[in-house]
């Protein structure tokens, strides 16, 4: 969507239909390897909302900080690009470090679906995440910038 908040094209429309991945490639002081995907998802014009899916699949980058700086980009998109307002994501609760570099940027929990998922003979629950552009924007100052 323009940053003017003119109306979406006709692309722009298409592409609420398609979800995109963006792969993610390295870690800091790693080679170039796939590592993972971020993917903005569900984009809703009127409404100023999107999904973000992350998944960081390789064990040996985790902890590494290569999460934290990628998921930086869609956010940055969505915010500074699209001109969105909210976007949402879901974590399940046995994903530690994801959910503390989400709530490290900035992101809040505002509801849980419980033992939404089974998985190894266990219940787990399912936390789902806003982060509004207003708190987008105050962490500004304390992000890094690129280049």
């Not at 006709?10 to 590592?35: K, M, W």
């Not at 033992?115 to 207003?134: N, T």
Request: hydrophobic share 35%; aromatic share 6%; glycine share 14%.
């Amino acid at each position: 969507m323009p940053q003017d908040g003119g109306a979406p094209t006709q692309g722009h429309r298409q592409g609420e239909r398609r979800q995109r991945a963006t792969p993610v490639r390295g870690a800091p002081g790693a080679d170039d390897r796939l590592v993972g995907f971020l993917a903005l998802d569900g984009i809703r014009w009127t409404r100023g909302v999107c999904s973000l899916g992350v998944l960081i699949g390789r064990p040996e980058v985790w902890g590494r900080g290569c999460g934290s700086a990628a998921i930086q980009v869609p956010l940055a998109f969505a915010f500074d690009e699209l001109n969105l307002h909210r976007v949402e994501l879901a974590v399940f609760s046995y994903i530690q470090r994801a959910i503390a570099m989400y709530e490290r940027l900035g992101s809040r929990v505002e509801g849980t679906r419980r033992e939404r998922l089974h998985r190894d003979g266990h219940r787990h629950d399912m936390h789902l995440y806003g982060l509004l552009r207003r708190e987008w924007d105050e962490l500004a100052g304390a992000r890094p910038t690129a280049g």
